[in-house]
Every structure is written in structure tokens, then in C-alpha cells.
């Protein structure tokens, strides 16, 4: 059951990620470039990276378009702020604005796209050799 929770202002800046997800108690929501519907979650790992012992990234879970509410996939950036510990990599994270997540998860979108065509290009091209191999 779903229930309203007005905004509180006083838990951060809505305008970045990590302030947006205090101020509304809930991960922000996006609209993306192939029409379906994302939320996004900063989640942090240990890396051997120097930049720190912690990596913080974006998850972002797509959502089914129809039929029962559930998941239908994700997509995970890199490590994109580094911290001593989990909380310090995740609040430097949560420190970017909401813009530039969307632009990053656009961007996500973009390269799948691109991969997508080019896996089928290169599997016409090799059924195209198929048949010459076998007239």
C-alpha cells in the first residue's frame, strides 16, 4: 500500500540525488530515453582503486511496462566516488545532481543501443557468410 509522505526539506537538497531520496524517503524516479520507467539506488563496494578503499555506483532498476508491477532489468554504472568507507563513497555520490544522473543513464541507454544494433549487424553479416559457404 502505497501512502503520501510530504517532502521535508530540512533532510537535504533535493536537487541532488542523495538529498532528493532524503527529502522524499524514496529512491528518485526517471523517465528515460527508451520510454520506460527507472528508479536509482547508490550502492557502494570495496575496490583496490587509490582513489578509495570504497567505490559508490548507481543501480538503476528498470520496471515492467505492463501487466504486473515487478522488475524487468538494470543497469549498473562504474564506480563513479570513492570513499574510506561505504557511507563516505555514497555521499560523495549522492552529492551530484539529478540532471546528470539522467544524463548518465541516458547515456547507459545510448551505448546499449548502439551494442544492440551492432551485435545484429555482425550476426547478418555472419549469416550472410553462412550462405555463401553453403551455395
Same mark, same amino acid.
Given at each position: %500500500? /502505497?501512502?503520501?509522505?510530504? +517532502?521535508?526539506?530540512?533532510?537535504?537538497?533535493?536537487?541532488?540525488?542523495?538529498?532528493?531520496?532524503?527529502?522524499?524517503?524514496?529512491? $528518485? $524516479?526517471?523517465? #528515460?530515453?527508451?520510454?520506460? /520507467?527507472? /528508479?536509482?539506488?547508490?550502492?557502494?563496494?570495496?575496490?583496490?582503486?587509490?582513489? @578509495? #578503499?570504497? @567505490? +559508490?555506483?548507481?543501480?538503476?532498476?528498470?520496471?515492467?511496462?505492463?501487466? =504486473?508491477?515487478?522488475?524487468?532489468?538494470?543497469?549498473?554504472?562504474?564506480?563513479?566516488?570513492?570513499?574510506?568507507?561505504?557511507? /563516505?563513497?555514497? $555521499? +560523495?555520490? @549522492? +552529492? %551530484?545532481?539529478? =540532471?546528470?544522473?539522467?544524463?548518465?543513464?541516458?547515456? %547507459?541507454?545510448?551505448?546499449?543501443?548502439?551494442? $544492440?544494433?551492432? #551485435? #545484429?549487424?555482425?550476426?547478418?553479416?555472419?549469416?550472410?557468410?553462412?550462405?555463401? %559457404?553453403?551455395?
Amino acid at each position: %500500500m /502505497s501512502r503520501f509522505l510530504p +517532502a521535508d526539506h530540512s533532510k537535504g537538497d533535493e536537487r541532488t540525488i542523495g538529498g532528493y531520496a532524503a527529502v522524499h524517503a524514496r529512491p $528518485a $524516479a526517471f523517465d #528515460a530515453r527508451d520510454g520506460l /520507467s527507472y /528508479s536509482v539506488e547508490i550502492l557502494a563496494d570495496r575496490t583496490d582503486a587509490p582513489e @578509495g #578503499a570504497y @567505490g +559508490a555506483f548507481f543501480l538503476f532498476i528498470q520496471w515492467k511496462r505492463f501487466g =504486473e508491477q515487478g522488475v524487468a532489468g538494470h543497469l549498473e554504472t562504474p564506480f563513479l566516488a570513492f570513499g574510506h568507507d561505504a557511507s /563516505s563513497a555514497k $555521499a +560523495a555520490l @549522492g +552529492a %551530484m545532481p539529478v =540532471e546528470e544522473v539522467q544524463r548518465i543513464l541516458d547515456a %547507459m541507454l545510448v551505448e546499449r543501443e548502439e551494442e $544492440a544494433r551492432e #551485435a #545484429a549487424r555482425r550476426a547478418v553479416e555472419h549469416d550472410d557468410w553462412d550462405d555463401e %559457404m553453403t551455395a
